[in-house]
């Protein structure tokens, strides 16, 4: 790299009217996009590089180029998304990476699945919306396929882009089925970031600027049942109702924290005892991420409502939704209209949802995880032992494992020097206590391999 990307031109114009040049902005963007890749020139990938940077500074938010190793670790040469494959993410410029952040779950099946692309792309050619009006093949296929894979007598659903809006979703469900309002979720537990799932959140850096949220959120420590029965009878003491216990599975964003054994099957009984419904939040858990196909699976617990996101869509088009009992589902019915979306569950995200299932089955990426996961725990943990000082945990279950550091700074340091030996993982600047390692759960085992040798070179190096 001799060209600088990431040096602001001073000439552009960032605001203003300009009618003219945002057709030909468009245009420009959409030429490069149809253009195979093999004659994409060295000129156009530095424009593609250095308007991008530019365009984050100027459109986005220059918050994200101080903070992304991306821009950070690169110098001048900040690292732009172009394409990928499997597990291999290559940038406009052509670096390569091993991908083990996997889009924080999003790439369970691997980056551009041929099977899963291969059914989006035939649907796009068919019908790459719904009429609004007529009744939709594959959102009653996919809804069908999700209730025979889903534990208990999970039935009926409803899909939509985003894990909040599942989130969001099945809050309102739980309220109109128990007529009550309140909600027990948990310390550090993430849930998503619009108003109605954050009012879940376990953290307050993402709430407190934003109160008051939704009313009569408790949120308890994760892992302890009595916290959540306690909660629950505080709440009924003081006049209070609770509509719904909304938890991970294992917590995910909180850095791949599982709880006790005892833990889902308690808060089954709990929530039978009390009439309060368990949501079990399954966004970054569910489709194989924990070496089960849901994360409840490791408990054998039914939830009453379930949440889907991240990997639905196969790691192909953004897609989440959320499941529940007929006998629940029932209050949806009198009023279908109480919760509609226009682009949710929309034929291409069904299409890669319903291949992305036939992946995850045929592949058997749930057996995928648990083995491999297994695995990069056991040579992570001989790490720990040859390098003291340098990690303090290895966590998880199936490939949603935590790697947890002394303290921020060495956790930037491995980031760091993983991400300048073509290893692409978490771990911001300001956030690398705990790195999240979630590779596609077909990752080959020759490409994990190379990833611990990079991980060892890089302790090796900071001992
Ligand atoms: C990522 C995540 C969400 C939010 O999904 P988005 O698609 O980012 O809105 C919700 N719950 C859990 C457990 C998640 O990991």
Not at 93 to 122: Q, T, W
Request: aromatic share 8%; with cysteine; charged share 25%.
């Amino acid at each position: 790299m001799t060209k600088a990307i990431n040096t602001p031109t001073t000439n552009t114009i960032p605001s203003g009217r300009n009618i003219a040049e945002a057709l030909s902005e468009a245009q420009k963007m959409v030429d490069l996009i149809k253009t195979p890749e093999a004659e994409v020139t060295d000129e156009e990938r530095f424009w593609i590089a250095k308007s991008t940077y530019q365009n984050f500074a100027d459109h986005l938010n220059k918050g994200f180029l101080e903070y992304r190793k991306s821009v950070t670790e690169t110098k001048d040469a900040a690292l732009t998304d172009w394409r990928g494959e499997g597990s291999v993410l290559q940038d406009v410029m052509g670096r390569e990476y091993i991908d083990i952040l996997g889009g924080f779950g999003l790439y369970s099946p691997g980056i551009r699945h041929p099977k899963i692309v291969a059914a989006a792309k035939a649907q796009l050619d068919r019908s790459p919306q719904y009429s609004q009006e007529m009744l939709d093949p594959l959102r009653a296929q996919l809804a069908k396929v999700i209730a025979k894979l889903t534990p208990g007598d999970i039935q009926y659903g409803f899909f939509a882009n985003s894990g909040t809006e599942a989130v969001d979703g099945a809050m309102k469900l739980a309220k109109l089925y128990t007529g009550k309002s309140g909600f027990i979720s948990t310390l550090k537990g993430f849930h998503g970031k619009s108003l109605g799932a954050l009012s879940l959140l376990g953290k307050a850096v993402y709430r407190k600027p934003l109160l008051p949220l939704l009313n009569g959120v408790r949120q308890v420590p994760f892992g302890d049942a009595d916290a959540v029965e306690q909660s629950i009878r505080h709440a009924l003491e003081v006049g209070d109702d609770i509509a719904g216990v909304i938890v991970e599975p294992i917590q995910g964003e909180a850095g791949a924290i599982e709880p006790p054994d005892d833990y889902w099957p308690r808060l089954r009984q709990i929530c039978d005892k009390y009439e309060v419904l368990l949501i079990a939040d399954e966004v970054q858990t569910g489709f194989g991420r924990t070496g089960k196909i849901f994360g409840v699976d490791h408990w054998g617990v039914a939830p009453d409502i379930m949440c889907f996101g991240k990997a639905l869509g196969g790691g192909v088009i953004a897609m989440s939704g959320f499941f529940s009992t007929a006998k629940i589902w029932k209050c949806m019915e009198p009023n279908p209209f109480m919760h509609t979306t226009t682009t949710g569950g929309n034929p291409i995200a069904c299409a890669a949802a319903l291949a992305q299932v036939t992946v995850l089955l045929e592949e058997d990426l749930a057996g995928q995880a648990a083995e491999k996961g297994e695995y990069i725990k056991t040579r992570i943990s001989a790490m720990k032992e040859k390098y003291p000082g340098l990690i303090s945990e290895i966590r998880g279950r199936g490939l949603l494992l935590g790697l947890e550091f002394p303290d921020d700074e060495i956790g930037y340091k491995v980031a760091a020097g993983l991400f300048s030996r073509g290893v692409l993982t978490a771990g911001t600047l300001n956030n690398a206590k705990t790195i999240r390692i979630e590779p596609a759960l077909n990752i080959p085992y020759t490409l994990i391999d190379e990833v611990l040798e990079r991980l060892e070179d890089t302790l090796k190096n900071l001992e």
